[in-house]
């Protein structure tokens, strides 16, 4: 049964909330905090080695729990039954959304079309793990039988991004393979990554859900003619695997079909990393920690299936942005992790977000009046304090921002930890307080200035605060609670989709810039004149070719 299509600014809910937006959106964190003492616990949820503080939002108890009945009355629990039980709620693309089938346990039963598809999965998990332990142990050799030393994963979007955001983040956790990543179809990209591989000891990943994406096939192509320059045709199927669900292609690239990791069309490609589009994540390191991996986004599932909404991690995370980005009307929030091994998470989320929610288009056809998918974007902290935080907290615009940080370094360096971690604190409550005129004041006359010299500074130096946060604070990061980190956002999406009443799972609006490139192509290569372009872009083509 299709979702249902409910236009969110209709609802009892949504009118409410309306009104009580007007009445506190003047209201300070300050005084939400000084008027009511429990407010820190009320607003938290701890789950799991998850400790999730949203008492820093601009919201009390009353909103969350007018947006608890924004939730019920668009029937998200209906929807959550539809997501996980293989119901075809990518209806533009007539097809069921179960990446979460795929870090289900073997005991599970999920139909598709009628049939169980855990059978399948599982069997697929297996080939991942026989062959990442013949890889890693040194049993699956290179043509002229050394061992592999490196892999490099050919794949863009989601056959790229979720792979190479994962390998980096769970860098400490590395068996000796190296593992390389190659996306752009800039030939230098390619170039730079192979330029000191060694073709006998090298492991190619091709990842294509497709097999049809310009990207990826140019560099596979390209890849495998550099190969051949030292290797003969028979050792391509030592030395390159592939993933996707098109296998006739794959075949037709020279690929032999046990070579082949295959995947489902029920598997977005953003939401890929847990299919065998992580088969790169498997042997950089080692199957169990990819199993641990889907484990913890499993336990997320869980979570986000079985808690109510005011207890719900992401389902509260996702009404905050709707909250947000509805109400305050904000265009953009921002993650900040504290620690520099989620360094690509928020280039990551951003194709999961803004892929998904960017649509204007709801669920019966109708253009949206109302604002959907945000921009998301962030750095890791403490670097991006010394970067773009000066906006956050004195400029115009209003960006609600979540915090990640870990009680445990990795390593071990507590004082180094301590200080990160004493920054991460700090930044949020700096940015919930801001700092008052008469704290400002008390700073300038205790440094021995003029008062005219006071005057003058005292604009410059006033935060007004009341920047929202929500605080994660998790254990430690490991293979399982980062499965966790990524499923809560995955499942954040998915709700955010649900209210906006949009479809979260096609992906239309890459494929206008897709077919002009095309065409373009042949204008650049064979001189085949075109007429149909505007005149600045004939203007760039024509200069382009004159000069290149
Ligand atoms: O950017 C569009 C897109 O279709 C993404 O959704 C996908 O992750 C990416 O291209 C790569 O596609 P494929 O895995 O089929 O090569």
């Not at 909330?17 to 429990?38: G, M, P, V, Y």
């Not at 039963?109 to 697929?124: F, N, S, W, Y």
């Amino acid at each position: 049964m299709a979702l249902k299509s409910t236009n969110p600014t209709t609802t009892n809910a949504w009118s409410k909330l309306q009104a009580h937006f007007e009445d506190i959106k003047t209201e300070h964190l300050r005084d939400l905090f000084s008027s009511n003492e429990k407010r820190a616990d009320e607003l938290t949820i701890k789950w799991d080695d998850f400790y999730a503080d949203f008492s820093k939002n601009r919201i009390t108890k009353e909103t969350l729990n007018l947006l608890v009945e924004l939730a019920n009355e668009v029937d998200l629990k209906d929807a959550i039954s539809k997501y996980f039980e293989g119901e075809i709620i990518n209806a533009t693309e007539g097809r069921a959304v179960l990446h979460t089938a795929l870090r289900a346990p073997k005991k599970a039963k999920v139909l598709v079309g009628g049939e169980d598809v855990i059978p399948e999965v599982h069997a697929v998990k297996k080939k991942i793990e026989d062959f990442t332990n013949a890889v890693v142990n040194g049993i699956h050799k290179g043509y002229t039988g050394k061992n592999i030393t490196d892999i490099v994963n050919i794949g863009i979007g989601g056959s790229d991004l979720g792979p190479a955001m994962v390998v980096d983040s769970l860098q400490f956790y590395k068996n000796h393979l190296n593992t390389h990543f190659v996306s752009n179809v800039d030939g230098d990209h390619h170039k730079e990554i192979i330029k000191n591989l060694n073709p006998e000891t090298t492991l190619f990943v091709i990842v294509s859900k497709t097999f049809t994406t310009q990207e990826t096939l140019s560099n596979a192509n390209s890849i495998r003619a550099w190969f051949l320059e030292s290797q003969p045709e028979e050792a391509v199927s030592n030395h390159f695997v592939a993933v996707s669900t098109n296998v006739d292609s794959v075949k037709a690239f020279g690929i032999a079909e046990e070579n082949i990791f295959p995947m489902k069309d029920w598997v977005g490609g953003r939401f890929s990393l847990w299919s065998a589009v992580g088969l790169s994540i498997s042997l950089a390191l080692g199957y169990q920690n990819f199993e641990s991996l889907l484990e913890g986004a499993y336990k997320m599932d869980e979570h986000f299936k079985t808690a109510d909404f005011n207890a719900n991690i992401p389902v509260t995370s996702a009404l905050l942005t709707v909250w947000y980005n509805n109400f305050f009307k904000v265009e953009s929030e921002a993650v900040i992790p504290y620690t520099q091994y989620l360094n690509q998470f928020a280039t990551y989320l951003q194709q999961g977000i803004m892929e998904s929610n960017g649509k204007s288009v709801d669920r019966s056809g109708n253009k949206v009046d109302y604002q959907t998918g945000t921009i998301i974007w962030g750095e890791p902290g403490t670097n991006s304090q010394h970067a773009f935080f000066q906006l956050i907290h004195q400029g115009t615009k209003l960006i609600p921002a979540d915090f990640i940080g870990f009680i445990e370094s990795l390593y071990g360096n507590k004082d180094h930890h301590d200080k990160l971690m004493s920054n991460y604190f700090a930044q949020t409550e700096a940015l919930m307080n801001g700092k008052t005129e008469t704290e400002v004041l008390q700073e300038l006359n205790s440094q021995n200035l003029s008062q005219e010299e006071i005057d003058v500074l005292l604009p410059f130096k006033i935060f007004d605060g009341n920047k929202p946060t929500t605080s994660l604070l998790i254990k430690k990061l490991s293979p399982e609670s980062l499965g966790k980190l990524i499923a809560m956002y995955e499942h954040k999406i998915f709700v955010q989709g649900i209210i906006w009443n949009i479809y979260s799972y096609d992906q239309f609006g890459v494929e206008l810039g897709k077919q002009l490139a095309k065409s373009i192509l042949k204008e650049l290569q064979n001189d085949a004149i075109s007429s149909h372009h505007d005149a600045s872009t004939q203007n760039l083509v024509d200069f382009y070719k004159k000069n290149c």
